[in-house]
């Protein structure tokens, strides 16, 4: 049974870092893309940022570049995802998603993604 663990979440004021972890079971992920996603009170869930499986190449969504950084410890079975310059905006649940696809550019999209942790929340205060 494959798992996606998320951890790491928690509450920050604005201007915080956080960095958020995915440990995979049940199967190994170091040749498939990984990528987190969120999802506001109210809101649809979104993209925030993907990795390839080999790591060199990214990708983030507009709102987050420049503040957050994705990377992978393949030998871990583990993504990361480390949040700078929080703001009241970020504050969502977080999920991480793998691929069973072993293609080079990461994804943005949800539908492309075949496994999803449980979640964990981020709350940012002003």
């Known amino acids: 049974q494959v798992q996606l663990v998320e951890s790491g979440g928690g509450l920050v004021q604005a201007g915080g870092s956080l960095r958020l972890s995915c440990v995979a079971s049940?199967?190994?992920?170091?040749?498939?893309?990984m990528g987190w996603f969120r999802q506001a009170p109210g809101k649809e869930r979104e993209f925030v940022a993907a990795?390839?499986?080999?790591?060199?190449?990214?990708r983030y969504a507009d709102s987050v570049k420049g503040r957050f950084t994705i990377s992978r410890d393949n030998a871990k079975n583990t993504v990361y995802l480390q949040m700078n310059s929080l703001k009241p905006d970020d504050t969502a649940v977080y999920y991480c998603?793998?691929?069973?696809?072993?293609?080079?550019?990461?994804?943005?999209?949800?539908?492309?993604?075949?496994?999803w942790g449980q979640g964990t929340q981020v709350t940012v205060s002003s």
């Open positions: 998603a793998g691929e069973e696809s072993t293609r080079f550019y990461p994804s943005p999209l949800q539908s492309d993604y075949d496994y």
């Open positions: 990795i390839s499986w080999s790591g060199p190449s990214t």
């Open positions: 049940g199967r190994t992920f170091r040749m498939n893309p």
